[in-house]
């Protein structure tokens, strides 16, 4: 019988969030035990530019996980000053959550990259590295894997999953094309970036994406 709660966290700049993003939680909740996941949309992410605002990011957060078994949207970083580090968040959480263990929740193409953050040795003090992996990656993680045991001997727990690779970036292009978004976002999401007119202008396009594009028109 489990005694302390086993809270997930997902941050992101969710720009917008997609079904990627709660396909990965639902899998981290069944497979790691988790009581619930929060996805945290991050209010000034220090490595990221973001094409909406931060009211607008923790909405479609909330539209996504609305609905949801055990996934719920967080407004912590809204409520934070200065930039978007992990380490704050996870702090503010341990005050918040004391006797809970808390599960960062990572891709395998984030994994090597943990031991560059800003204040990684407390932040991974504060946390456990839970790492989602689609199945067609997984022969990325040995090495993630043995880099984050050489750094301050940190167990990294691995789950394989079913998680699509879709991008936010790709999604916004899309928007500015005139192209579906149905199979990306949730309905409600959809709904909401239409009827505030988000991602219309202003959205920088991959390089590869009107050839994507012209492999979609007739």
């Not at 930039?83 to 341990?94: C, F, I, N, Q």
């Not at 989602?132 to 001997?153: D, H, K």
């Amino acid at each position: 019988m489990k005694t302390t709660s086993r809270i997930g966290i997902l941050g992101g700049s969710f720009d917008p969030v997609h079904w990627g993003h709660i396909l990965l939680a639902r899998e981290a909740l069944r497979l790691a035990d988790l009581d619930f996941v929060l996805l945290i949309a991050a209010k000034d992410p220090p490595h990221k530019a973001v094409q909406t605002s931060p009211a607008d990011r923790f909405r479609m957060a909330y539209l996504a996980a609305e609905g949801e078994n055990g996934i719920y949207a967080s407004d912590l970083e809204l409520k934070m000053s200065g930039k978007s580090y992990a380490v704050d968040t996870m702090r503010e959480l341990k005050r918040q959550f004391p006797h809970a263990e808390l599960f960062y929740l990572v891709g395998s193409d984030v994994l090597t990259t943990l031991p560059y953050w800003y204040k990684s040795e407390e932040l991974v003090s504060l946390v456990k590295i839970l790492c989602i992996a689609r199945q067609n990656a997984w022969g990325l993680e040995p090495g993630a894997v043995s880099s984050m045991r050489e750094w301050q001997n940190i167990p990294v727990q691995i789950i394989r999953a079913q998680i699509p690779a879709i991008s936010s970036t790709e999604i916004r292009s899309c928007l500015r094309m005139g192209l579906p978004i149905s199979a990306y976002v949730p309905e409600s999401v959809e709904k909401y970036i239409r009827d505030n007119g988000l991602y219309q202008q202003n959205c920088p396009l991959p390089k590869d994406v009107l050839t994507v594009a012209d492999r979609r028109m007739p």
